[in-house]
């Protein structure tokens, strides 16, 4: 008895795991696609991040990789470097222009023929991938002439791998046309339109991709687990920063902070916030392959701002550095097609630059105007701020105003307290001021 109890325990035993082996034989992994977002300008940092994504699809044994795009352009070289990524990547990159009303211009163009799968969301744009200066400085023509004659074989060679329209692929470039998302499918440049990425992976799923390497593979996407890759905190700081628009802002607060900081000496924080923001700006400059003929522009204004300061040329210096500001500011991305400031950011900084200069130059007009009613003579025995240092000569603050002051003995540094004895013509003859132990044992 026992023993037909122990023979058929052993076999429900066998039996349950045959099941559960033959369940395992048939079962197959759960679909998986991971979906990277790209907004904004194409810069080195973009290219790592796609090139993280391509990695960690592989490594995930993913069936897809899913790129949403949205750029007005970006640089060569970073356009390069993505596309080589997506031609030599071991999984299907499907490249999604989304949402509506998105476009994918200039290196955006590249990357979506590039990829083995090309769609856009119905109202986006493609196209218009002919190299242009990035300011109203233009570049010289022969060079020109190579950069599109380069880009117009490279997106021929693309379009041929892919098997997408060869010729007006390269219209794209030579003739900087541009393609509505139904344009762009009767010409067989996007395989497909879809109205969401849902309704991109069941549209997309059973199909057949050819990867590098040779190998077919079955998309499996209708049902597939959607897992997003984002960019990392330093990834989004430093696609943040290479925003022209944003470098720009962060060389006009270094230029704020450093005014400030050498107009008032001591006051610590202004200079601080400039000189992070200087560094910040650098940064984005070298990444965006910035023309450093704009940017020695752009300094020569912050020099002319702080000579208005010191030598009240009423308004000279300041027209100079307002034109230096407006001149650097459009040549700035000259050597960066697709890249460019808004007009309307460096129209309002001119504007609040000039600003600016305007409520200095009243100021010291109403100086002068004083100085007119009062004279110059009450101001001798008074005492003065240092604003520069005096070795002799320098600037000190006295009565509100910025004077130009030469030491009389001791040299006297920022901070310090002088009296003034006497006024020669526009600069003061002062000296330092003496503790008051020390003048009591005078």
């Known amino acids: 008895m026992f023993r037909r109890v122990r023979v058929a325990a052993y076999l429900a035993i066998v039996a349950c795991a045959l099941g559960s082996l033959a369940g395992t034989v048939g079962a197959t992994p759960e679909d998986r696609v991971v979906v990277i977002e790209v907004e904004g300008t194409i810069v080195p940092v973009v290219a790592q991040y796609i090139e993280r994504g391509i990695d960690h699809t592989e490594a995930q044994n993913a069936t897809a990789l899913v790129l949403v795009l949205n750029t007005p352009g970006g640089l060569l070289t970073a ?3 993505i596309v080589s990524s997506i031609m030599n990547a071991n999984v299907p990159v499907i490249t999604y222009v989304s949402p509506k009303s998105a476009w994918a211009a200039s290196a955006g163009t590249f990357i979506t023929l590039a990829s083995h799968i090309a769609s856009m969301t119905p109202g986006t744009t493609i196209g218009a991938a002919h190299p242009v200066s990035g300011s109203d400085q233009e570049i010289p023509e022969d060079q020109m002439k190579k950069i599109t004659e380069f880009s117009a074989r490279w997106m021929r060679t693309i379009a041929e791998d892919r098997g997408r329209n060869i010729d007006e692929a390269e219209l794209a470039v030579t ?3 541009s393609f509505t998302d139904t344009e762009a499918l009767a010409a067989n440049l996007i395989d497909l339109r879809a109205d969401s990425l849902e309704d991109l992976l069941t549209q997309v799923d059973g199909r057949t991709v050819t990867l590098s390497d040779g190998r077919d593979v079955i998309l499996s996407t ?4 959607i897992e997003p890759v984002d960019m990392n905190d330093l990834e989004r700081l430093l696609h943040t920063i290479s925003d022209p628009n944003v470098a720009y802002i962060l060389l006009t607060l270094a230029t704020i902070g450093l005014v400030t900081e050498i107009s008032s000496p001591g006051l610590i924080f202004p200079g601080v916030v400039g000189a992070i923001s200087l560094v910040l700006a650098f940064y984005a400059l070298g990444v965006l392959d910035a023309y450093w003929g704009g940017v020695a522009l752009m300094l020569l204004a912050v020099g002319l701002f702080i000579a208005e300061y010191f030598t009240s040329s009423f308004g000279g210096f300041t027209a100079g ?3 230096a500001l407006i001149l650097g500011s459009i040549v700035l991305f000259s050597r960066s097609p697709g890249i460019e ?5 460096i129209a309002g900084v001119a504007v609040g630059a000039g600003a600016f200069s305007l409520f ?8 002068q105007r004083r100085r007119k009613a009062t004279g110059t003579e009450g101001m001798v025995g008074g005492v003065a701020l240092v604003k520069t240092p005096l070795e002799p000569d320098g600037t000190v603050l006295a009565e509100g105003e910025l004077w130009a002051a030469r030491a009389v003995g001791d040299p006297a540094y920022p901070r310090e307290e002088v009296t003034i004895l006497g006024v020669e013509g526009l600069r003061l003859r002062v000296q330092k001021k003496r503790p008051a132990a020390e003048e009591g044992h005078r």
């Not at 400031?341 to 950011?345: E, N, S, Y």
């Not at 200095?360 to 100086?367: D, H, K, M, N, W």
């Open 341 to 345: 400031v808004d007009r309307g950011l």
């Open 222 to 225: 209708r049902d597939a687990q």
């Open 360 to 367: 200095i130059l009243g100021a010291i007009v109403r100086g």
């Open 175 to 177: 003739e900087s046309k």
């Open 321 to 323: 550095g307002i034109a």
């Open 79 to 81: 356009t390069e470097d």
